[in-house]
């Protein structure tokens, strides 16, 4: 030290606490810098980089001697605590691989996340269209006859019984049966014409082989018979027009009031309201029977004074079903014999006022045949269907007679449908006409 110089002691512990305080204010500016660089690494990594990943690793700083220091400087030195990085997808670095290293101190923006990669579209489900069955052939129910059977017992032993003893015990056929399959044709009250049309379709149906075969000979005359009988007709509807005129006509005998008296029934318990028409004014009995029918099955009957004009009682009594609401009217008819002109004529007249009592009347004009009369009914039917537009056929007392072919007889001649056939005393016994049943109850025993 050079003599000449003085030291002022004030000046030395200022030069003292001058050095004391740049000392501490470096060591506290070195860790806080270490501080914000590790909350720097920090960040960078939570943003998706892993540690060191983009910046270069840090100059291993000369360890110093340790200098006493305040406490606040100390806590200033102390490390802060590095906590536990959350768990983060790993993504690849946005920035590319030859990029010269970010210097310390510069501001590293943060990555943008990297676009989500467009969701593959789903295909869409092949669904299989489902095959559509083929279509089911309908289902036809098979006709039960048992019903009819005792109803058409005489019939069958008068007619396909009789048949049935021919084939009976015969392999085969020789050309006499044919000749007696005509005679019990014939006998049947089926009809000459409809009898030979029947032998001759046999004879060129079948080949001469087939004709010495008994089941293919019965075959084709069960199958013929329902072919005949099943006359395409439309269904009645009795609801198609309010009142439903019907007209019944017939020679006396036949059926006809008690066959209206049954028909009537079978409507009421169908829930419709019916009005009977008394239109047979020569014949008391006729009115004072349906009366009685009236009566049971809760009908309203119009009567005239008898040897009243059978027109203007059955013209009163469409009137009055008219204005009263009834669903059907069914009108009697005087049935005298069928020779006689003027009582078709008068049959027409009454069919005349129908139409100008209501729209369309007679909506339907059924013959009553009585089956007993045989081959006598396909005449009556033809008289009556020359005068009148005759639209169906009710068949009685088939229960009391061997004649019930003359059904097939009329089927095939006059072409108009059978639409009810009577085998009983009882309502139940008036049957509608189902050709099949018809022929599963003649056939079925044989």
Known sequence: MDPGVNFNPQELIELGAILGGVAITGIAGYFAVRRARASRRRQIE????????????????????????????????????????????????????????????????????????????????????????????????KKDGAALAPGLAKTRSGWISRLGEVFAGRKELDPSVIDEIEKILLTADIGVRTSQKLLEELRQSLSRKELREPDAVWTFLRQRTTQILSLEARDIDFGSARPFVLLVIGVNGSGKTTTIGKLAAKLAADGKKVLLAAGDTFRAAATEQLQIWANRVGATLVRGKEGADPSSVIFEAVKRGASEGFDVVIADTAGRLHTKTDLMQELQKVRRVLGKAAAGAPHETWLVIDSTSGQNAIAQAQIFTEAMQVTGIVLTKLDGTAKGGVVLGIADQLQIPVRFIGIGEKVEDLRQFDAEEFVEALYQSN
């Open 46 to 141: 939570q943003a998706g980089e892993g540690p060191g990943q983009g910046l270069p690793e840090p100059e291993a700083e000369p360890e110093e001697a340790p200098v006493p220091r305040s406490k606040k400087a100390a806590a200033l030195a102390q490390p802060a605590p590095t906590p536990r990085p959350r768990p983060q997808p790993q993504r690849q670095p946005t920035r590319a691989p030859d990029a010269p290293a970010e210097r310390i101190g510069q501001v590293i923006p943060f990555p943008a996340p990297a676009p989500a990669p467009a969701p593959a579209p789903t295909p869409a489900p092949v669904v299989e269209k489902p095959t559509a069955p083929p279509a089911a052939e309908p289902v036809r129910k």
